[in-house]
């Protein structure tokens, strides 16, 4: 999932809008997009929505965004979702008995097969996030705006202030076995800073990224993509050790460099990617 396209759950124009820029999963949100006194009507309109949608785009990994666990709305959202999900998206995790709730809650609605993208964007959830990526969650997203509101911090154009707080997420999806997805950039007219924000992110071990807007889909596709060249780079890579192996030697030097395993291992992972279809 290089690309997580969300749309408001009180917008039914704009959810019917979301296979056009061809996301790798569209997520409806019934949580930040949808102010308090829209939410039951946004709610009440879930089933449609959804229908129309998979109707529309069969192929298209759909999610929905619930409040977080402990609102008032949190039961409710669980209740009111259809079938045909891929999953649901749980913002701000802070506690592990949290995960324990939603498990609970989609048992009792009988959706207890639905994948988990868990939310890691308060101060708790990122002191904790070892603790948050067990259960259902099969992914996690860091959100740097409610992050740093959170905090109490400043936000940059360089992202110095959440470079601690992003690096722990990914880390620890990693060691969890969970993917890891990128922070927002909420300036949706700025491809240059959308580029760099996304590089930084892959850097850090991000798979892919939240999108707010339609022309961030291709960005992040691009983004998080094994390029040509680097893919035509790690096969000569794994081609030149292979051959070593095959002499007996155990140290080669491509491109001016010593190659160890660390490398060999990146470049497998870029070849794997490719394999699966992401050039």
Not at 164 to 188: E, K, M, P, T
Not at 224 to 230: K, L, N
């Amino acid at each position: 999932m290089r690309s997580l396209l969300f749309a408001p759950a009180g917008r039914a124009d704009l959810v019917a809008k979301l296979p056009r820029s061809r996301p790798d999963a569209a997520i409806i949100d019934l949580e930040d997009a949808v102010p308090p006194a829209h939410k039951e009507d946004a709610r009440s309109a879930l089933a449609s929505l959804v229908g129309d949608l998979l109707a529309d785009a069969p192929g298209l990994a759909t999610y929905v965004r619930v409040n977080a666990p402990g609102t008032s709305w949190f039961p409710d959202d669980v209740e009111a979702l259809p079938a045909g999900l891929a999953g649901i998206v749980v913002p701000k995790l802070e506690h592990p008995e949290q995960l324990t709730e939603v498990s609970d809650a989609l048992v009792g609605a009988g959706r207890d097969g639905l994948a988990v993208i868990a939310g890691l964007e308060t101060a708790r959830g990122i002191l904790d996030v070892r603790d948050l990526l067990g259960g259902p969650v099969t992914a996690a997203y860091f959100g740097a705006e409610d992050y740093i509101a959170d905090l109490g911090g400043v936000r940059s154009a360089g992202a110095q202030e959440v470079l601690y707080a992003r690096s722990r997420v990914a880390l620890a999806c990693r060691v969890a076995g969970v993917l890891a997805l990128d922070q927002v950039v909420v300036d949706i007219h700025d491809a240059d800073a959308f580029r760099a924000d996304a590089a930084r992110g892959r850097a850090l071990g991000y798979r892919g990224k939240l999108c707010i807007h339609p022309s961030q889909v291709a960005l992040a596709r691009e983004a998080f993509t094994p390029s040509h060249e680097e893919v035509a780079a790690a096969r000569e890579l794994l081609a030149e050790a292979e051959g070593a192996a095959a002499d007996g030697r155990g140290a080669i030097v491509v491109a001016g460099a010593m190659v160890d395993e660390p490398m060999l291992r990146t470049a497998r992972d870029v070849v794997a990617r490719a394999g699966d279809g992401s050039t």
